[in-house]
């Protein structure tokens, strides 16, 4: 008989780059240690620029000096992948798992994650696929929709995934996306034409199924899935209790 699984889901609305980065380092530790189960970070940034371990700071098309008249702050990170942006109307999700307990390897974690982003797409008409060799994240044709750059330290994730619903494209215009020349970056309200819709998944997307452990569902019950992306994250790290969902 297959046993349950459970993830906890935070909705934590719009979060400082350096807190949701300790807050993701806290987690980490505890669920090495199986202080708490897995959970899942569902969350916004402040306009952010961030670089991953491989330090590629020549895809950071102006000075750092120009970065404040943006509004944006710049930070160096150990996730895999290149430079991207995080921003208001971008979806992240950050899951912070045990590999080991679900049976999935590096390779086929990042697929559940871009099949995720796949599905939310799905469900707005927006078909979007895998990227091509050497092209990370998920495309719509040949426009970049959303990014993954994962961090995976004795079998626990953090970092995730950022999906665009309705971000202001002009960030993407001072770096080189992922690494990757020559290529558009969307969204799903530019992929749409419609600029309610794509926004009113920002208050849902919290709330997916777990596929039997694998993170790749999508919202089978709107009504159950905007009740829990309101209830409130939890007051402390230390009685992660609520936003707690059964799978």
Known sequence: MRSS?????????????????????????????N???????????????????????HNLL???????????ELHYTQRG??????????????????????????RNYVERLELTMIE?????????????KGQTGVWVVDRKIGAIGVRISSGITSHGLAFNIDPDLNYFKHIVPCG????????????????????????????FSSN?????????DPQNALETSLRKAPPSLSNPSQNKQHQ
């Open 5 to 33: 699984r459970s993830l906890q889901v935070w909705k934590l609305g719009t979060v400082n780059y350096l807190e949701g980065l300790k807050l993701q380092e806290k987690l980490v530790s505890d669920r090495k240690v």
């Open 35 to 57: 202080k708490i189960p897995d959970t899942l970070l569902s969350l916004q940034h402040p306009p952010t620029y961030t670089l991953g371990k491989r330090r590629t700071d």
């Open 62 to 72: 102006i000075p750092t000096s120009e970065l404040q008249k943006l509004g944006a």
């Open 81 to 106: 992948g290149d430079i991207t942006y995080h921003g208001p109307h971008q979806a992240i999700l950050y899951p912070i798992i045990s590999l080991r307990e679900i049976g999935l390897g590096a």
């Open 120 to 132: 939310l797409a799905s469900l707005y008409g927006v078909k979007a696929c895998a990227g091509q």
């Open 180 to 207: 990757i020349v020559d290529k558009e970056v969307t969204s799903l309200r530019r992929e749409t034409g419609n600029g309610n819709q794509p926004r009113r998944l920002l208050v849902s997307i919290s709330s």
């Open 212 to 220: 039997e452990g694998n993170l790749s569902g999508v919202i089978k």
